[in-house]
């Protein structure tokens, strides 16, 4: 079992406390997640009619400011845990090259500046180790606590996604995301798409290798869930290549995210 462990008090620094569950990019690699660093979103994604729709809106966009680079932002899924207030990420979205993201929140079913449940503020982080200490990209995952708002917690208004661990590589998965560059993340996204398998060059890291899939949403796409049987989260939004646009690359959630997820509060 883990320990947390505190790094970085709120009020001191402007950014959520940061707590580490137990558990660099590969070379090539780049983090989606500033919008205007990546390609146009194309024809294999296709725009989410109604992102309030039910099952649908615990989906939703982060948005934050990097001291180091200005605002930007992410994708997030509501997940079920004891305190109701749980938003699964990457863990880039919210520590990469030791800048810790400040002002983050989540907005569930954002739609072109829409807000139907308003905007809940994160309060408190939580990363896994092998990601705080070395950005190992087999663990780029990260869990977000955030405040109720004048609704209510927020798996109490949007409900919440399950998650499984040690599915099949070649799983088909639906995957969300709010890609940003050309589309600017106004919109939620998503892609139907089969696992390839792995990544070779996430080989040398400690950790089960990546796992790619063929979808070609932008920078802001980054954290959004990868779904399997409709109703689980079996991974999230990590990288991709820039000779490889039309592909993403999650973690792979085996025994090690399995028991960060287990842990999360």
Not at 13 to 30: E, V, Y
Not at 48 to 72: C, F, L, M, Q, W
Not at 158 to 167: A, E, F, I, K
Request: charged letters at 15%; glycine letters at 12%.
């Amino acid at each position: 079992m883990a320990t947390l462990f505190p790094l970085a008090p709120a009020a001191a620094q402007g950014a959520p406390g940061i707590h580490l569950l137990g558990g660099a990019s590969p070379d090539g690699a780049r983090p989606l997640r500033v919008a205007g660093h990546a390609p146009r979103a194309g024809v294999s994604s296709l725009r989410v009619s109604n992102a309030a729709a039910a099952g649908i809106r615990t989906n939703g966009k982060i948005v934050g400011v990097d001291p180091r680079e200005g605002s930007y932002s992410c994708s997030g899924t509501a997940l079920n845990t004891p305190s109701r207030s749980i938003v699964l990420t990457a863990g880039h979205c919210v520590l990469v090259n030791g800048s810790t993201g400040r002002r983050i929140a989540f907005v569930p079913a954002y739609d072109h500046g829409k807000r139907p449940y308003g905007t809940f503020h994160v309060q408190s982080v939580y990363v896994m180790p092998q990601w705080r200490r070395g950005e190992n990209p087999d663990f780029d995952v990260a869990a977000l606590r955030v405040r109720p708002n004048r609704l209510g917690y927020l798996t109490d208004v949007v409900g919440s996604r399950g998650y499984v661990t040690s599915r099949s590589r070649l799983s088909a998965f639906e995957i969300f995301g709010y890609p940003a560059a050309a589309l600017r993340g106004r919109s939620l996204r998503s892609c139907r798409a089969h696992g390839l398998g792995t990544d070779p060059l996430t080989n040398r890291f400690a950790g089960p290798p990546t796992v790619p899939a063929s979808c070609d949403m932008a920078a802001g796409s980054s954290g959004g869930a990868w779904m399997v049987d409709g109703q689980y989260i079996n991974g999230v939004t990590s990288y991709s290549y820039a000779g490889r646009p039309t592909q993403l690359f999650s973690p792979y959630f085996g025994p090690a995210i399995g028991s960060f997820l287990r842990q999360l509060p």
